[in-house]
């Protein structure tokens, strides 16, 4: 049960500290084969070397034309969002009670819930997204019914049932004895079931009471591999808000890290107004960051500080964050980020840019032993990318002098044109119609 895919590829072949060892450990085979067996990945080399010792009756798919790179992950994404982006006029506070909460709302209803979860996956899929970080509503129906999808299309998604018990409207709210039981029973049932994960997910600090985050806190000593996902200083106002909430706190991260909540599984979105005692403490506690570039700029919350964030040696991974972000499309994604950095006259080089997609954002998850890279052994995620999906593209690309440029240009004009296949798993679970060869 193994076959073989010949086209180009690209990857980087192990974290890095710092974006000159992203360039070391960047890997590009123009001509390879990637030998794939059991949805694992066996060894990816080049075609002349690879051709004369091929496994009996492998069967070899030709995609030579195009470029072949990991499954992208998705550090932070909110799926019941799918349904709202593009939400006019406001910034993150008033965007949250007059668009975000009534949509949520209807999450109650598991019927709901299931349309919305498989269209959003295919939304991911056609994408070239894999993986994923996910937001639910305070409904566990919300996450029943993502993971139950997101098991049937054998993806490694990571999500929670949002907790929340104040600041939102009565609708949304919950107890916190209501909010720990519930995601108990969500941890019990899905936690480490086939390539599924949780996160435990407050929202925010500021519809967290203290009773709440000490729910969490229980939470994650009991289940101490699960993740934790939230946001932390995205806007001045929320930051401010927390100041009042929490007067004791020294900062706003001190809230969530008072309640041990920051460590190697945390991953906290945004982070674009923070103190220098708070880079540190995301550093101390190998804390990782989501930088949301479309989102940050659709809400006009602010620019992440990438480079910052190299110095002070803090995992990043990129996130959509649908529906404050405006695409779900990873390429298009980069391109912003470059853009956010352009402005703090910070060069995103493409190896960084991919890095962070793949490798990085895996790393951020800790699953960078099981996804981001086609080294030996990894779970066969990837995507094949159309690098000449339009005229513009195609002459850009063609032009391009090295893959450098390529990918430059892939990451500046790319969308879901550019996205031709994605595979999860060692299976083919989406394909771009009349992309049609065999598989
Ligand atoms: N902060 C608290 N909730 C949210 C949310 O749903 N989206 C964003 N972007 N920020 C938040
Ligand atoms: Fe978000």
């Known amino acids: 049960e193994n076959y073989a895919i010949r086209s180009s590829f690209f990857d980087i072949t192990a974290t890095a500290s710092d974006p000159q060892e992203i360039e070391q450990r960047a890997r590009y085979i123009e001509d390879g084969l990637l030998l794939i067996e059991a949805g694992k990945i066996v060894s990816l080399r080049p075609w002349p070397e690879a051709k004369d010792a091929l496994p009996a009756e492998c069967l070899i798919l ?9 499954g992208f992950i998705d550090c932070h994404i909110h799926y019941p969002q799918t349904e709202m982006v593009g939400a006019f006029g406001e910034q993150l506070l008033n965007w949250l009670e007059n668009y975000t909460f009534p949509v949520e709302e209807q999450y109650h209803s598991a019927g709901h819930a299931a349309a919305m979860s498989a269209f959003f996956l295919q939304q991911l899929l056609s994408n070239g997204t894999t993986s994923a970080l996910i937001f639910g509503t305070v409904h566990p129906e919300s996450v029943e019914a993502l993971f139950q999808a997101a098991e049937q299309r054998a993806m490694r998604i990571i999500a929670g049932k949002v907790m929340m018990d104040r600041n939102a409207p009565d609708y949304l709210l919950e107890t916190p004895e ?17 390539r599924l994960g949780y996160a435990l997910t407050p929202r925010f600090a500021p519809t967290s ?63 674009l107004h923070l103190e220098p005692e708070e880079w540190r403490c995301l550093h101390q506690t190998d804390s990782a960051i989501a930088f949301c570039p479309t989102s940050n700029l659709f809400l006009g919350s602010g620019l992440f500080n990438l480079q910052r964030s190299w110095q002070q040696q803090i995992k990043i991974g990129i996130g959509t964050d649908i529906g404050a972000g405006t695409t779900f499309n990873m390429l298009q994604t980069l391109g912003e980020a470059y853009k956010v950095n352009q402005l703090q006259n910070y060069k995103l080089h493409a190896s960084e840019a991919f890095y962070h997609a793949t490798l990085g954002g895996a790393r951020a998850l800790s699953l960078d032993h ?8 990894k779970e066969a995620d990837f995507v094949v990318l159309q690098p000449t999906a339009t005229p513009l593209q195609r002459m850009r ?17 790319g969308d879901d044109r550019t996205i031709a296949e994605t595979w999860v798993n060692g299976q083919r679970a989406w394909h771009r119609q009349g992309e049609e060869a065999a598989v």
């Not at 030709?62 to 072949?68: E, M, Q």
């Not at 209501?178 to 086939?194: E, F, K, V």
């Not at 690309?397 to 004009?413: A, H, P, Y």
């Open 370 to 377: 099981l996804i981001g890279n086609f080294m030996p052994g």
């Open 397 to 413: 690309w063609q032009n391009s002098r090295d893959i450098w440029e390529k990918l430059f240009v892939l990451m500046t004009l």
């Open 209 to 271: 009471s203290p009773a709440l985050l000490e729910k969490v806190t229980q939470l994650h000593q009991e289940f101490p591999d699960t993740w934790i996902h939230t946001h932390l200083a995205e806007n001045p106002q929320e930051v401010e808000w927390v100041k009042k909430l929490f007067p004791a706190q020294a900062n706003y991260l001190d809230v969530y890290h008072q309640y041990q909540l920051t460590g190697p599984r945390s991953v906290f979105a945004h982070c």
């Open 62 to 70: 030709d995609r030579r034309g195009k470029l072949i790179v990991p």
């Open 178 to 194: 209501q909010s720990y039981q519930q995601t108990r029973a969500l941890i019990q049932r899905w936690h480490g079931r086939g």
